[in-house]
């Protein structure tokens, strides 16, 4: 079934056993009922590839999971008004740098990100869990994790990290999404009204510690670091 309006493209990525997966596949059904429209969630092709191949891919063969990858989830939006992605080409360009050394997915990889309305950043705040070929372990999280935003930041792409335990996680990645669904009238207002309600229980002060995770402090702080290393 063909959509007449865009639909909105929220990419969940970020490093392994970061629970992107479960986000995903959690958001575009709590989405899916609390506003009426037809929602859906492209699972990670690499998973699927190592599976069928019994190996993880070699560098010649990253360039077209990461062109699959995009395409299924360019097939879901012709069909959905919220499409919620379980990574896209830009952790696949993040894994070629990585692994492979090499930069040439990156330009690809943040043009086609481009086309997303949000990102969300998972935090590092899960445990690591191993999980067959795809996983190195813990030790690789927190370069993967930095590649990531200097990717995003670099590109000038916005995003919301995303992080919390349980439920936490999910209503973390809620508030991120909701203010580009504001923007049209859903079928179900649920999602509003309980938004709203919330929003007016809130205290009227706000605090922010001196090493948050907010994307705006971190833009800043890259900012000023790049403009220092510039002035040598």
Same mark, same amino acid.
């Given at each position: 079934?063909?959509?007449?309006?865009?639909?909105?493209?929220?990419?969940? &990525?970020?490093?392994?056993?970061?629970?992107?997966?479960?986000?995903?596949? /959690?958001?575009?059904?709590?989405?899916?009922?609390?506003? *009426?429209?037809?929602?859906?969630?492209?699972?990670?092709?690499?998973?699927?590839?190592?599976?069928?191949?019994?190996?993880?891919?070699?560098?010649?063969?990253?360039? *077209?999971?990461?062109?699959?990858?995009?395409?299924?989830?360019?097939?879901?939006?012709?069909?959905?008004?919220? &499409? &919620?992605?379980?990574? /896209?080409?830009?952790?696949?360009?993040?894994?070629?740098?990585?692994?492979?050394?090499?930069?040439?997915?990156?330009?690809?990889?943040?043009?086609?990100?481009?086309?997303?309305?949000?990102?969300?950043?998972?935090?590092?705040?899960?445990?690591?869990?191993?999980? *067959?070929?795809?996983?190195?372990g813990p030790?690789?999280?927190?370069?993967?994790?930095?590649? &990531?935003?200097?990717?995003?930041?670099?590109?000038?792409?916005?995003?919301?990290?995303?992080? *919390?335990?349980?439920?936490?996680?999910?209503?973390?990645?809620?508030?991120?999404?909701?203010?580009?669904?504001?923007?049209?009238?859903?079928?179900?207002?649920?999602?509003?009204?309980?938004?709203?309600?919330?929003?007016?229980?809130?205290?009227?002060?706000r605090w922010?510690?001196?090493?948050?995770?907010?994307?705006?402090?971190?833009?800043?702080?890259?900012r000023l670091?790049?403009?220092?290393?510039?002035?040598?």
């Open positions: 079934m063909q959509t007449t309006d865009p639909a909105w493209i929220f990419a969940v &990525v970020g490093a392994e056993s970061t629970g992107k997966s479960t986000l995903a596949e /959690t958001l575009a059904e709590r989405l899916a009922g609390d506003t *009426g429209w037809r929602s859906t969630w492209i699972p990670e092709v690499l998973r699927e590839w190592c599976e069928r191949e019994g190996r993880t891919p070699a560098a010649h063969e990253q360039a *077209g999971i990461a062109a699959e990858q995009a395409r299924r989830i360019e097939e879901a939006a012709r069909a959905h008004r919220i &499409v &919620v992605c379980d990574t /896209t080409p830009l952790m696949t360009a993040v894994y070629h740098r990585h692994i492979f050394d090499d930069r040439s997915l990156d330009a690809p990889a943040i043009a086609w990100q481009r086309r997303c309305t949000l990102t969300l950043l998972t935090a590092l705040d899960l445990p690591w869990q191993a999980d *067959g070929l795809q996983r190195d030790h690789v999280r927190e370069p993967v994790d930095a590649a &990531v935003r200097e990717m995003l930041i670099g590109a000038d792409l916005p995003f919301v990290v995303v992080g *919390g335990l349980g439920k936490a996680r999910l209503e973390a990645a809620v508030d991120a999404v909701a203010p580009h669904l504001r923007q049209a009238d859903a079928p179900v207002p649920g999602l509003f009204s309980r938004l709203a309600e919330r929003d007016a229980a809130q205290p009227e002060w922010v510690c001196e090493t948050c995770d907010s994307p705006d402090c971190e833009h800043a702080s890259l670091k790049n403009a220092l290393l510039q002035r040598g």
